[in-house]
């Protein structure tokens, strides 16, 4: 028989182990915890609801919010309150069931609901991760559980593994469906926001020279799933005595060799730089808007002489359009590059010939989280 079910957003408790947070206002990967699961579960087109114990939470459109309606003489009493006030109002909407997910879960996947619509078997469905703990507020739980549930609270008893001790449930394991234990992760304290969440913004690719850093950004120019902004450098030809001109040109595009373009010449050393070059076309290559990244290739000292162009670059590092940039190596001892290279917002990735693939799957995995972004 099948069941008519919707789900629930557990985001009513009182974060006491986050120093009494609202854990759904949390931010990861440029969107609340609860923007972010309220994304994963739309396609699903169920029935949505959120529990708001303890918070004024923000509701998305077509979500209900539905209010604990336990407490006892300390104060609401924490998941199974929410569950059980959100299978109240789902039985009145005249649903069978709901699927519940903790607010405190960024991670979660609507994989997770979507194996669980194939085992509706019993009162409770719910998940055993590969650290083998039962995952009881990832779960489905039927109307029927409320009887039970009533009688559990009346005796003060408010764990969910009691509840499962006494109704038919199923336990799934998450390994067998091919679920990561990170989905189910709950970040519970500061130490877990720090651990799991405060990702870096931006990459910062810095290495010597030769070392490759040019050819990875190529590389992963290509995954990006976002329109490119920023700038790139090349020096297209050296004569005999090893003389050639740098040429700035768009990072999307192709390499031009004006005089409107070049930044300098050099042979061993630097011999010249064209600032104006850095104040026009480096400020305005620079520009970008929300959904952008910004490619630089690469962060040198030929511009430190250009303030409009150095301001303009730290303020991009200082934003949240991500950044792929690559900075000269640590021989190169700048005032500015240093800043560049602390900056709180870019994870520096150093380069070498041997770490190449190591780098760049690091990389990847950061520029996973931008094209998710997008496709929200």
């Not at 040109?249 to 390499?255: H, K, Q, V």
Request: glycine share 10%; proline share 3%.
């Amino acid at each position: 028989m099948k069941r008519v079910s919707g789900i629930a957003l557990l985001a009513g408790g009182a974060g006491v182990r986050m120093n009494s947070m609202n854990k759904a206002a949390l931010h990861y990967g440029g969107d609340t915890f609860s923007g972010r699961i309220q994304s994963e579960v739309k396609a699903l087109g169920l029935p949505c609801y959120i529990s708001c114990a303890n918070y004024n939470q923000s509701v998305l459109e077509n979500w209900t919010a539905v209010q604990d309606c336990i407490k006892d003489d300390k104060g609401y009493i924490g998941p199974i309150g929410g569950i059980y006030s959100c299978l109240i109002k789902a039985r009145e909407d005249g649903l069978d069931g709901l699927f519940f997910v903790p607010c405190d879960a960024p991670f979660f996947k609507a994989q997770i609901i979507e194996t669980m619509l194939q085992h509706l078997d019993g009162d409770a469905v719910c998940w055993k991760t590969g650290d083998g703990i039962t995952q009881r507020t990832f779960g489905w739980y039927s109307v029927n559980c409320l009887s039970a549930i009533k009688g559990n609270i009346e005796k003060g008893e408010y764990s969910l593994k009691a509840l499962l001790r006494s109704i038919d449930n199923t336990v799934l394991e998450a390994e067998a469906y091919g679920l990561e234990d990170r989905f189910f992760t709950n970040v519970n304290t500061p130490e877990d926001y720090l651990r799991y969440c405060k990702e870096k913004r931006h990459i910062l690719l810095c290495g010597d020279r030769n070392t490759g850093k040019t050819t990875l950004v190529n590389s992963l120019a290509k995954v990006l799933e976002r329109p490119i902004k920023g700038f790139r450098t090349a020096i297209p030809e050296r004569d005999a005595d090893g003389f050639g001109s740098v040429y700035m040109y768009p990072a999307d595009g192709e390499i031009c060799t004006d005089e409107d373009h070049r930044i300098g010449d050099v042979r061993e050393k630097v011999l010249n730089v064209n600032y104006e070059v850095f104040d026009n076309l480096g400020v305005e290559l620079l520009r970008s808007e929300p959904g952008d990244v910004i490619v630089m290739d690469e962060i040198g000292f030929m511009e430190i002489g250009s303030e409009k162009f150095c301001a303009e670059v730290i303020r991009a590092f200082d934003g949240d359009i991500p950044v792929l940039a690559t900075i000269k190596g640590l021989y190169a001892d700048y005032d500015y590059l240093n800043l560049l290279r602390a900056h709180p917002k870019a994870e520096l990735i150093m380069l070498t010939r041997e770490n190449y693939e190591e780098v760049r799957e690091k990389a990847l995995s950061i520029i996973q989280t931008w094209n998710e972004e997008v496709r929200r």
